[in-house]
C-alpha cells in the first residue's frame, strides 16, 4: 500500500519580504506551492483548486483580512477539510477569534525552516525530506 505525499500548499501573504521567505522555505521543502497577494486574489486562485494545507497570514492590509479569507474558503466544500494555519505576528492569546474561523493552528511571525517543518508535519502527510 502506498502513501500519497501531500505538499500542496496555498500561502497567502502581503508583505513581499515575507512572501519571499516562506516560499525560498517551501521549495527547500519541495512542496508546490500556490501563493497569492491579498485574500481576494487568493479566493480566485482557489476557485478551482485544492491543496493539502493553506498558511495565511492575518493582516492582509486593504482587502479582506486572513481571518475573513479563512472563513470565506471554508465555506467551500472542496477547502473545508483543509487544515488552516495562521501565520503571524499576533500573540497567540489573541487568536481566538482564528479558531472560530476554522484554523487549525498558528505559526507564530518570526520562524525557522525547523518550526515551519513542524507545523507542516503536525497537519498533513509530508515527502519524506520532512520526517
Known amino acids: 500500500m502506498?502513501?500519497?505525499?501531500?505538499?500542496?500548499?496555498?500561502?497567502?501573504?502581503?508583505?513581499?519580504?515575507?512572501?519571499?521567505?516562506?516560499?525560498?522555505?517551501?521549495?527547500?521543502?519541495?512542496?508546490?506551492?500556490?501563493?497569492?497577494?491579498?485574500?481576494?486574489?487568493?479566493?480566485?486562485?482557489?476557485?478551482?483548486?485544492?491543496?493539502?494545507?493553506?498558511?495565511?497570514?492575518?493582516?492582509?492590509?486593504?482587502?479582506i483580512s486572513g481571518i475573513e479569507l479563512g472563513v470565506k474558503l471554508k465555506q467551500k466544500k472542496i477547502h473545508a477539510p483543509t487544515p488552516m494555519v495562521a501565520v503571524t505576528a499576533f500573540s497567540e492569546d489573541k487568536l481566538k477569534h482564528m479558531k472560530a474561523a476554522g484554523f487549525s493552528g498558528y505559526l507564530p511571525k518570526p520562524y525557522t525552516i525547523e518550526e515551519l517543518k513542524v507545523t507542516l508535519k503536525k497537519y498533513m502527510i509530508c515527502p519524506a525530506d520532512l520526517v
Open 2 to 63: 502506498s502513501i500519497k505525499l501531500r505538499n500542496s500548499v496555498l500561502v497567502v501573504e502581503d508583505d513581499f519580504a515575507s512572501m519571499q521567505y516562506l516560499l525560498l522555505l517551501l521549495k527547500k521543502l519541495n512542496c508546490k506551492v500556490y501563493s497569492a497577494e491579498s485574500g481576494e486574489a487568493a479566493l480566485e486562485l482557489m476557485e478551482d483548486k485544492s491543496v493539502d494545507i493553506m498558511l495565511l497570514d492575518i493582516a492582509l492590509g486593504a482587502g
